[in-house]
Nanobody, 122 residues
């Protein structure tokens, strides 16, 4: 059974930083892309960032470019999201996602984590 377990969420002030991590287990993830979505209250879930299987390609939503950095460690089956210069509009539940394609995430990835809350206070 595949499990994705996120950690690192919390409360931070405007301009602060957080690092989210996600540990995947339950199968091999060769040729799988990994990434993050988020969902704010009253809004639809939206794509945040993705990283290809070998880490050579990264993708970001426009609203996080220059502030967030995604990385992965295939030896540990983990993906991380370093979030800097956080804004109140970044407040959301962040979900780790893993998809069975080597380059990028589809709109409905194969596997999801349970989510971790990020709250940015002003």
């Amino acid at each position: 059974q595949v499990q994705l377990v996120e950690s690192g969420g919390g409360l931070v002030q405007v301009g602060g930083s957080l690092r989210l991590s996600c540990a995947a287990s339950g199968r091999t993830f060769d040729s799988y892309s990994m990434g993050w979505f988020r969902q704010a209250p009253g809004k639809e879930r939206e794509f945040v960032a993705a990283i290809s299987w070998l880490g050579g390609r990264t993708y970001y939503a426009d609203f996080v470019k220059g502030r967030f950095t995604i990385s992965r460690d295939n030896a540990k089956n983990t993906v991380s999201l370093q979030m800097n210069s956080l804004k109140p509009e970044d407040t959301a539940v962040y979900y780790c996602a893993v998809d069975g394609v080597p380059d990028g995430l589809g709109p409905d990835p194969d596997y999801w984590g349970q989510g971790t809350q990020v709250t940015v206070s002003s």
